[in-house]
């Protein structure tokens, strides 16, 4: 069972990794020219595209099967498996470059294609690593790992753009970054690699598609409203649903760091199943809403007072993508672990499918105020399926804690107290009933 400040901690690492992320983009775009920032942004994106391809859901099936069944073999299995599907995804970048290099005239983009592809090689296992470590019994485990990971991405790229600016630099910094990262998981958790027997890569195989099929759904989703806001709206309006889509994703960071732990505690049995998934709870529904209740002034304020108009999409967008959307993840996470494949699978496509549906006439009708109200709905239905599966216990405690710092927030603002102060009375609000859980479960 993971400790109830394991959560908290996990976030906080992927808010560090996000903020270092971040950190490479500026670095790169200061040390080199725009259309070198391009380039490094085009070949970045495709190695990510391939790296979310090629791990084919292993990292997650061997967690599971190693929490439900508390043998450390089905860790080592994935961890073999993500070493050669490493080597194939870099494979399959390398052949990319030279076809590129042959077949066209962009030859430095297939050089750039094959540095990017070392990456490939450490970050699939890295991944795993982070994935399993709280199914090996170490919840905290993934936020050390995740943040010296975090460290060593920004670091070595500044170093590397200092020392020979250059995009091939910074692409060698990002390899290197997860090549630390894997070091760095392993010592903790040092585990050995073990090719799986017959049987057993069955039943890896089988899980791994099941949890494949389901991150795709969602992969494919949360860009599907930037992508009909584009092709109906104008450029402006098009730009300012940009700006608040950017906003209304900060609630995913939730899901994106706590799904190890809610992989290990559901799928383990244990009559604690829902502790880190309550408190994931906890830490998406009150920060969510709060955001969404203050988007108005958040948006010119990070982007400029040009995109003050985006102030209301984005907060429709926060509550129906950010905190709509991540609720369905983490719940899809919950019934995955738990073995419920219809429910982790079948609900995150019928909220795809309800989104198919729904955007094209909306937004020809409404608008991009229509297609943002329209994400309010598309995760509802499923969701609320998804919900009546978990145990009741996890929901009151994030309802309760919703309640308190958005009543609060409400009443300063009926009052015209300013809105950094509202948001950070109610947040220390939050923060509050957060300590609080975390001494209760303690």
Do not use: K
């Amino acid at each position: 069972m993971a400790t109830p400040l394991a959560p908290f901690l996990a976030l906080l690492a992927q808010a560090a990794l996000a903020a270092a992320g971040y950190g490479v983009n500026v670095a790169v775009a200061r040390f080199l020219d725009v259309d070198a920032y391009g380039l490094f942004a085009v070949v970045y994106s495709l190695l990510l595209t391939t790296e979310l391809v090629a791990r084919l859901g292993v990292p997650s099936a061997a967690a599971r099967l190693a929490a439900a069944e508390d043998d450390v073999r089905w860790m080592e299995w994935g961890f073999a498996l993500t070493f050669l599907l490493g080597l194939l995804a870099a494979m399959v970048l390398w052949l990319a470059a030279a076809l590129v290099a042959t077949l066209t005239a962009q030859a430095g983009m297939g050089v750039l294609l094959g540095v990017a592809a070392f990456d490939a090689l450490a970050f699939l296992p890295y991944l795993c690593l982070v994935t399993g470590a709280p199914a090996l019994g170490r919840p905290s485990a993934p936020a050390l790992i995740t943040l010296g990971y975090a460290a060593a991405r920004l670091l070595l790229t500044v170093l590397a753009l200092w020392l020979a600016p250059s995009v091939a630099s910074a692409l060698m910094a990002n390899a290197l970054a997860s090549g630390c990262g894997l070091l760095g998981g392993w010592l903790l958790l040092r585990l050995r690699p073990r090719l799986p027997p017959p049987g057993a890569m069955r039943r890896l195989a089988a899980d791994a598609s099941l949890a494949w099929s389901r991150v795709l759904a969602f992969q494919l989703m949360v860009p599907l409203p930037l992508w009909f806001a584009s092709g109906f709206e104008t450029g402006d309006r098009a730009g300012l649903f940009a700006a608040a889509l950017t906003l209304a994703r900060l609630p995913l960071l939730v899901p994106l760091a706590t799904a190890p732990l809610i992989l290990a505690d559901a799928a383990s049995g244990s009559r604690f199943r829902t502790t880190s998934l309550d408190l994931s709870l906890l830490m998406l529904l009150p920060p969510s809403v709060l955001l969404a209740f203050e988007a108005p002034w958040i948006v010119p304020l990070l982007f400029g007072p040009a995109y003050a108009q985006a102030g209301d999409l984005a907060r429709l967008l926060t509550l129906g993508l950010g905190l709509g959307t991540g609720l369905l993840q983490l719940l899809s996470i919950h019934a995955f672990a738990a073995a419920r494949m219809r429910e982790a699978v079948g609900l995150p496509w019928l909220a795809f499918a309800l989104a198919l549906v729904l955007f094209a006439p909306v937004t020809w009708f409404a608008g991009a105020e229509g297609l943002a109200a329209a994400t309010l709905l598309v995760p509802l239905l499923p969701a609320l399926a998804a919900w009546l599966r978990v145990q009741g216990a996890a929901v009151v405690a994030p309802a309760l804690a919703t309640c308190a710092p958005l009543s609060v927030a409400w009443f300063l603002a009926a009052l015209g107290t300013a809105a950094p102060v509202r948001l950070g009375i109610a947040g220390a609000i939050w923060a509050v009933a957060l300590a609080w859980t975390f001494r209760r479960r303690g």
